[in-house]
C-alpha cells in the first residue's frame, strides 16, 4: 500500500466509448502524474500536474485528457480510443521541491486497460 | 537529457549480492540518481536516491564514483522476491523523468 489509489483496477471498453480513470493520494504530496505502460514498453510520462497547474503534457492525443481538481485528485478521461491505447496506466504522486532534486514518486497499483 | 544505459538482464541465486551498474555519461551538475523497482503489473517502488560517493538504506547500496558518469546499485543477499525490473533513473526536473527498458534481474533458487 503506497498511498496511491486508483480506479478501476481493470477496464474494457469499446472505441467509441468515453471513460475516466481516478486517482487519490493520501500523502498530502503537491505533484501528480499519469504514465502508461505498454507491453514490453518503458513507462511514458503522459501528464504532470504540479500545485494542480498542468507543467507537462508530453505529447499525448487529444483523446486522453487529464483533470486535476485539487491536489489529492487526479482524473484521465478517455474517449474514442484506439485498441493501441491498451495498457497498464499509472498514477504517482511526489512532493516537488523545486530545484533541490526530484524525491521519490509513490506509485498507485494501476488501471489495466482493454481498448476492443 | 542525460540517457542512461544499464544491462537487460541478469541471473542470481538466493543468498548472492547482486550489482547492477547504470551508465550515464551525460550527467548534469544538478542530476540526482535515482533507482526504482518495478514486479509485474505493479507501479514501479522507489529504492534509492544518491548524488556522490555511496548512500545506503534497510533495502540497496548505491555506489557513484567522482564523476558520477555511472552507479552501481547493490542488492545484498537476494531473495526470489527481489526478481523485478530494476530501473536507474537521472532526474532533476519532471521534464526528465524518462524511464528506460531497465534491467530484469532473475534470481534462482
Known amino acids: 500500500e503506497t498511498g496511491v489509489t486508483q480506479t478501476p483496477r481493470h477496464l474494457v471498453m469499446g472505441m467509441t466509448n468515453k471513460k475516466s480513470l481516478k486517482c487519490e493520494q493520501h500523502?498530502?504530496?503537491?505533484?501528480m502524474y499519469w504514465y502508461k505502460q505498454s507491453a514490453k514498453k518503458p513507462l511514458e510520462l503522459m501528464f504532470v500536474y504540479s500545485l494542480e497547474e498542468r507543467v507537462e503534457n508530453n505529447s499525448v492525443p487529444s483523446r486522453f485528457s487529464p483533470e486535476c481538481p485539487n491536489s489529492s485528485h487526479l482524473f484521465l478521461h478517455l474517449h474514442t480510443l484506439q485498441p493501441e491505447d491498451s495498457a497498464l496506466y499509472l498514477c504517482?504522486?511526489?512532493?516537488?521541491?523545486?530545484?533541490?532534486?526530484?524525491?521519490?514518486?509513490?506509485f498507485g497499483p494501476g488501471t489495466r486497460l482493454t481498448v476492443t | 537529457l542525460a540517457k542512461t544505459t544499464q544491462p537487460i538482464s541478469m541471473d542470481s541465486y538466493e543468498g548472492q549480492e547482486v550489482n547492477i551498474t547504470c551508465s550515464h555519461n551525460n550527467i548534469a551538475t544538478n542530476d540526482y540518481i535515482t533507482w526504482y523497482q518495478q514486479f509485474p503489473s505493479q507501479g514501479p517502488r522507489f529504492i534509492i536516491q544518491g548524488y556522490k560517493t555511496k548512500v545506503t538504506n534497510e533495502v540497496a547500496s548505491l555506489f557513484i564514483p567522482a564523476d558520477r558518469k555511472s552507479s552501481t546499485l547493490s542488492l545484498p543477499r537476494v531473495s526470489l522476491s527481489d526478481t523485478a525490473v530494476y530501473y536507474c533513473?537521472?532526474?532533476?526536473?519532471?521534464?526528465?523523468?524518462?524511464f528506460g527498458t531497465g534491467t530484469r534481474l532473475q534470481v534462482f533458487p
Open positions: 500523502l498530502g504530496h503537491n505533484a
Open positions: 533513473l537521472v532526474v532533476n526536473n519532471t521534464d526528465k523523468l524518462i
Open positions: 504517482a504522486s511526489s512532493q516537488e521541491l523545486r530545484g533541490q532534486g526530484l524525491y521519490e514518486q509513490y
